[in-house]
């Protein structure tokens, strides 16, 4: 392969350039229809140096982390990763890297200030050690695409990269909800039937917040006491439309089947029908929602939004969204925002939140006797640690006696009381 040439074709100029031999054979690339000779050789030397590059913008020794970190976010990270992921990874990227590391080329980033930066980072501010973990997770991604994938550095400098010994750091202390404190959460929010029956799903099953907000109907099977677990959902920026969206669970182990016990299944049972009741007391005023497919520049398929159905209609397309407010309005995971002010300020119990439901009901099956694995299975981990990874299979016979135990463990005369819900 050599330079870009021009020649003339007819009444306009045209660009060409050797390219690699397919099965021996001499290829050209070209291209004509230019007006001057100028021209056409400008956009061929262009057209040349992408050939050289397979169609990169960014040269190697030119490229600044700071640009690369937006290259990597926009061609990766959005192909990739889930959006909440990519929130995570723009605001670490903001806040800790641009700032100290990027202004410099991304090809002088050496292992050593790498490491700088991270034992500098650690000595500065005290998160907890999974928070550092995930600032070097950026760092760690960035540079393994930056070298495999689109070869912009000879090596990966972030390879052998490890969080320094932290001392003292900030711990993630997980709230394990007591008895005591669920009952008087449900004693609290008694008249709040959405929070209350939301509050159980996530009690019983172990699910996690966007899985229990993102439920419809359909999936739950209250006949055969399951509930397949096949969505998550998420807020964007709000707009005309609202802000929440529908996507797939957190990892591919999460879609899965839970079973549901006696008390869940007959909390579930009394808020179908009391919500069935409700639309028929709102009638027009009831607000009912559909997806709608959002489409990338190629038009494939990259979310679904959830919007309301134009005048409060019911069509054959009707998401039948489980925890809707009283008038059918979906607020997503908002259901538990204002409930756990309340429990945060007016009952005492601080530092918990929602989503340590699911820890609680990991633990408590977990000190009464069910394996690990059955615990994983039932929340949906992609991966536990090694040693718990080797702990006995589970079978659906298991993972339903999981949930028989958990309700022998909690049940109260105020749960019992508050799943029976009246109208």
Known sequence: MGSVNVRKRGNTYQYYFEAAPVNGKRKQISKSGFRTKTEALEEGNIAYNE????GLNFKEQN?????????WIEN???TNLKYNTIQAYQTIIEKYLKPELGKYRLTTLTSVKLHSFITELCSKYNFSRSYFSNILKVIKGSFREACNVYGFVRYNPAMTLRL??????????KHVYT????????TRFKDNDVFTCAFLTACYTGMRTGEVCALTWNDIDLKNGIIHIKHNVYDKKKDEKGKWYLGSTKTETGDRKVYISNTLLNALKNYKRKQSYLKKVYGSKYHYYHLEEVKNS????????IVENENHLLTLNTLNLVFTRENGLYSGTDITRYPYKIIHQELGIKNCRFYDLRGSYATRILKNG?????????LGHKNIETTENYYISSSNESRKDANDIFE??????IIDKISNYKY
């Open 179 to 186: 008895q005591d404190e669920i009952d008087k959460i449900l």
């Open 370 to 378: 069910v394996e690990i694995r059955d615990v994983a299975d039932i």
């Open 408 to 413: 022998k463990v909690i049940h109260s005369d």
């Open 164 to 173: 320094p010994k932290l001392e003292n750091k900030k711990k993630n202390i």
């Open 298 to 305: 190629y038009g494939k398929v990259i979310e679904y939004r």
């Open 76 to 78: 990766y990270c959005k």
């Open 51 to 54: 050939y050289l590059t397979t």
């Open 63 to 71: 490229i600044s982390y700071s640009d690369y970190l937006d290259y």
